[in-house]
């Protein structure tokens, strides 16, 4: 049977990040991915410039999409409308996640696609990962696990299968769009902040390449509300044309919204460990900081010789904090329109931006990557 020093179980953000931090360490490690790569994934794509310096990497330009993001437009409950200047990175999440993997290849991993991690047992300091790869099982054995296989999360519903029994969040439906897109600019985020359309969060708009996304999450009848939302966008913005693609994605079960870090020597990461943030409409970042910390956490658990999660809790606390924070914060936003439109009044939008301006222009440069505050703060 194989051995390795780490296993990062998900070809996404973290898995490929926590795997070629670890390989960089010399920790013998092992990269793998279920599906084939490139493979789609149903994500905007769209990051802050310091995911750069989060993932380790320089993102060359061949990666990024044609054309650039740096405008935000903002629609509120009352089709107030407010315009911004922010610096993004835009690009598809199947070219990108599969760079990733390759530099994880570079820097030394062993990186595997089309293997999926099927069940893990812990046996005397290690764990066997029972593999399943072009129809055949197979066992490695393990001495960390980096838990990065997203919101369906295999490692996790093993810790926690009880989470995977509730009810679904519904799902996220995109809608692309081909024709003339009238006044839609293509350098700009649109966030729409409307009950009617998602009750979670913002409903977007925005341009890939050739390829305009229109798009948002719901609960009930997610594909009839992302279709009034086409509509709504369609008279707004007097666009011409035809939706030529629909993709969905089940937003998993409440597993999404909790924390879960791991237990002994496996450390969840990401989505799997319940990092997404509605407040902040995004978790690449969360993803890559994680899985940067869970390397951290392996390499002091080696000479402290105790479990990885105890130190790896202990370096999540804040992020962990903030989280929780935020989640508050949102659900008590979208408890009403009133409330909604009350918290994206121009005076607090212009306080929110210049508190992300001074986080991301000097709080940020000062700290190291690993203390990086997660934007917006
Ligand atoms: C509609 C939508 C839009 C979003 N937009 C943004 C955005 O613009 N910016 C942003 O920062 N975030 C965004 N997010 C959130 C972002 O997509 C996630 O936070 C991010 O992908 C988490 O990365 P991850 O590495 O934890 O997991 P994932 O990226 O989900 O990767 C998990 C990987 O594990 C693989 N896998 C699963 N099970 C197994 C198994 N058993 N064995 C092997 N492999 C397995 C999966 O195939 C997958 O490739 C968006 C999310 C959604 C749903």
Known sequence: ????????????????????????????????????????????????????????????????????????????????????????????????????????????????????????????????????????????????????????????????????????????????????????????????????????????????????????GSKENPMETCKNFYDYIKDKYELEGEIVDKKGFASGSSSTEKVFLGHGNVLMTGDAAGLVDLYRGLGMDAAALSARLSVKSIKKAEISGKPAINHYEKLMDRIIKQKRKHDRIQKKRFSSDEVLKKSLSKSNLMKDGLKLLFYSKVVNRLLSTDKKILLPP
């Not at 030394?108 to 290690?126: I, N, P, S, T, Y």
């Not at 810790?159 to 003339?180: K, T």
């Open 1 to 216: 049977m194989k051995r390795y020093d780490v296993l990062a179980v998900g070809g996404g953000i973290a898995g490929p990040v926590g795997a070629k931090l670890a390989a960089r360490d010399d920790l013998k490690s092992l990269l793998i991915e279920k599906k084939e790569v490139p493979r789609h994934k149903t994500c905007s794509g769209i990051q802050f410039p310091y995911l750069e310096e989060l993932v380790g990497s320089k993102i060359p330009k061949s990666k990024l999409c044609s054309n650039e993001l740096y405008k935000v437009e903002m629609v509120t409950p009352d089709d107030e409308v407010l315009n911004g200047k922010m610096d993004m990175l835009n690009f598809w999440r199947k070219t990108f996640d599969h760079w990733l993997c390759e530099e994880a290849e570079k820097a030394g991993a062993e990186f595997r696609d089309g293997v999926e991690l099927k069940d893990l047992q812990k046996k005397k300091g290690h764990y066997i990962a029972k593999l399943k790869e072009n129809g055949k099982e197979k066992k490695i054995k393990t001495k960390y696990i980096i838990g990065a296989d997203g919101g369906h999360s295999t490692i996790r519903k093993k810790f926690r299968p009880e989470e995977f029994s509730g009810e679904s969040r519904g799902a996220v439906i995109n809608l692309y769009f081909d024709g003339d897109p009238g006044s839609l600019d293509p350098n700009t985020l649109y966030m729409i902040h409307k009950k009617e359309f998602s009750d979670w969060m913002f409903s977007w708009v925005y341009k890939k390449d050739d390829d305009w996304i229109i798009g948002t």
